[in-house]
């Protein structure tokens, strides 16, 4: 059974979303926006360390391989870290838009138990956009690209301002990824907001 809440239906003066002209080319890995993202992140030890790859349009693909670190009940993924992965999955979709967004809401359906040690290949998109919101989804199966489904989500992301962040997070954290060496991390947290 599955189907979203009234809320994630786009509205009728949604239109399609346009990729980004300097969106990575398809088959391109994006790397992580952030150091220490749970999501994504390398200096996050027990994190997704997800890896997103840049499709056609606004799509993409992703893998994440459960780590003993990431169970609930014994030897299968926990559904918060599945909730994880899907949503660094459709946030991910963002630097597609060149759009700076954060999760107002994530529908997820769980339809298969999914084992330490399996790698969820996910595929996400997004279906429409309707001035500050982007309507999104997300599917994770198991054994590759066209196994079964394991996981589905339907997600709304907001466009914000870089003073989201600025105003909401910790000084410390926030001068440290304002400083990173890496300019298109740099770019993905801070400087691509109208
Ligand atoms: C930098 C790179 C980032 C990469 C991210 C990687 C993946 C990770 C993604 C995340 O996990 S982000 C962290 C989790 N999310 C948050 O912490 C967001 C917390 N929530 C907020 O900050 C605010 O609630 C939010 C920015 C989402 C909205 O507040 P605003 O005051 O800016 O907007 P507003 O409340 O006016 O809502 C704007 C529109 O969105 C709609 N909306 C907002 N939240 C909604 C919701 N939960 N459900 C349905 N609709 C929602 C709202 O109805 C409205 O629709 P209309 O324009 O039609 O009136």
């Known amino acids: 059974?599955?189907?979203?809440?009234?809320?994630?239906?786009?509205?009728?003066?949604?239109?399609?979303?346009?990729?980004?002209?300097d969106a990575p080319a398809p088959g391109d890995l994006l790397g992580a926006h952030y150091e220490h993202c749970f999501g994504c992140g390398p200096g996050q030890p027990h994190g997704l360390h997800l890896e997103a790859?840049?499709?056609?349009?606004?799509?993409?693909?992703?893998?994440?391989t459960v780590q003993p670190a990431h169970q609930g009940a014994p030897g299968l993924a926990h559904g918060g870290v599945l909730a994880t992965a899907l949503d660094e999955t459709l946030g991910s979709l963002n630097w597609l838009l060149r759009t700076v967004a954060v999760t107002g809401r994530l529908e997820t359906d769980y339809v298969r138990p999914v084992p330490v040690g399996t790698t969820l290949h996910l595929a996400a998109e997004v279906t429409a956009v309707a001035g500050r919101k982007i309507y999104s989804r997300a599917v994770g199966r198991l054994d590759g690209p066209d196994g079964p489904v394991a996981v589905r989500a339907d997600a709304l992301f907001?466009?914000?301002?870089?003073?989201?962040?600025?105003?909401?997070?910790?000084?410390?954290?926030?001068?440290?990824?304002?400083?990173?060496?890496?300019?298109?991390?740099?770019?993905?947290?801070?400087?691509v907001n109208p």
């Open 53 to 64: 790859r840049a499709g056609e349009g606004v799509a993409l693909t992703a893998e994440f």
């Open 158 to 191: 907001v466009e914000v301002k870089v003073d989201h962040f600025i105003d909401h997070g910790r000084p410390e954290e926030i001068r440290a990824a304002m400083s990173d060496p890496d300019q298109v991390r740099r770019a993905r947290a801070f400087e």
């Open 1 to 21: 059974m599955s189907g979203s809440s009234a809320s994630l239906q786009p509205p009728a003066d949604a239109v399609k979303p346009v990729r980004h002209p």
